[in-house]
């Protein structure tokens, strides 16, 4: 049994690490680049930022993005300190543009292929936010990381297209030699008005003076009934007409008709007539003037 139990033991040993079978990352329909660490640009135009990955726990990626707050070029380094470096540990950059595409990235053939610092660079870019993939690309590797960034602006003149945007004007309409404009034959002539020495000036007329509204106000007698000696009026005005007591009243046509307006209501007044009799005055028109 002891022997069967050591060499177990040294079969494990010889297997060496458990190399992980999944894909380095948490969930097959993550997308890391989606919500990327922004590295800030400082007053000299610099950024930098520091993790780890490890494959083995699934944080087989990162992602940052650096914004542009105008055209340029944009350089990127990055430097790795695996934690177990056999000299096939390799860390893959990518610098991605707008539109996923790649602008700069490293490849297994490249000069500085298993370096631990690799720069990447990328001109001419224009402002907006760009994209920096660090990934790993063995299942055994695991590395602390510093990414550093500087932007170098570079402002150029727009070239002008002009006058090529300007629209051509509309056809003028025509103006003819000879004015048409229809008109008496007088149109256009001065009119001169010669004064004798001597003779004055005239003088412009007065301007005429608004007469104050009249307050005179016509009704018509709706009901008379005799009263001894005298004749009492219902007259159809009353105080919604501006009749007030204390107004004179006459029946139009009929001599000695003139009364005193009393007993004022809303629509009606009242007034007395002496000598004559209600056929006299019954619906006649009656004329009502302020005291």
């Known amino acids: 049994m002891t022997l069967l139990t050591f060499g177990l033991a040294l079969a494990v040993t010889a297997c060496g690490p458990t190399i992980p079978e999944h894909n380095g990352y948490k969930s097959a329909k993550a997308t890391p680049w989606r919500s990327p660490k922004a590295i800030k640009l400082d007053e000299k135009q610099e950024g930098k930022a520091d993790g780890e990955l490890d494959y083995a726990s699934q944080k087989r990626a990162k992602w940052y993005a650096v914004d542009l707050p105008s055209s340029g070029d944009l350089q990127v380094t990055v430097e790795a300190n695996p934690a177990n470096d056999t000299g096939d540990f390799d860390l893959g950059i990518e610098l991605v543009g707008p539109g996923n595409r790649v602008l700069a990235g490293t490849d297994p053939d490249d000069e500085d292929a298993r370096e631990l610092t690799k720069t990447r660079s990328a001109a001419g870019l224009l402002a ?53 404009t229809p008109g008496s034959g007088s149109r256009g002539k001065t009119v001169v008005v010669r004064r004798t020495p001597g003779q004055p000036r005239p003088r412009p007329p007065k301007p005429e003076e608004e007469k104050p509204p009249s307050t005179t106000v016509t009704a018509t007698v709706l009901r008379a009934t005799m009263n001894d000696q005298s004749t009492i009026l219902i007259v159809s005005a009353g105080a919604s007409a501006g009749v007030a007591d204390g107004w004179k009243g006459v029946v139009a046509g009929v001599k000695g008709s003139n009364f005193r307006v009393t007993n004022v209501t809303e629509r009606n007044c009242r007034g007395i007539i002496g000598g004559l009799t209600a056929e006299q005055v019954s619906g006649k028109k009656v004329i009502l003037t302020p005291p």
């Open 128 to 180: 907006g936010r760009y994209l920096i993939h660090l990934y790993l690309q063995g299942r055994l590797d695991n590395s602390d990381y510093e990414v550093k960034v500087r932007f170098s602006p570079k402002f150029t003149e727009a070239a002008s297209d002009f006058p090529a945007q300007v629209q051509y004007l509309r056809p003028l309409a025509l103006v003819p030699v000879i004015d048409d």
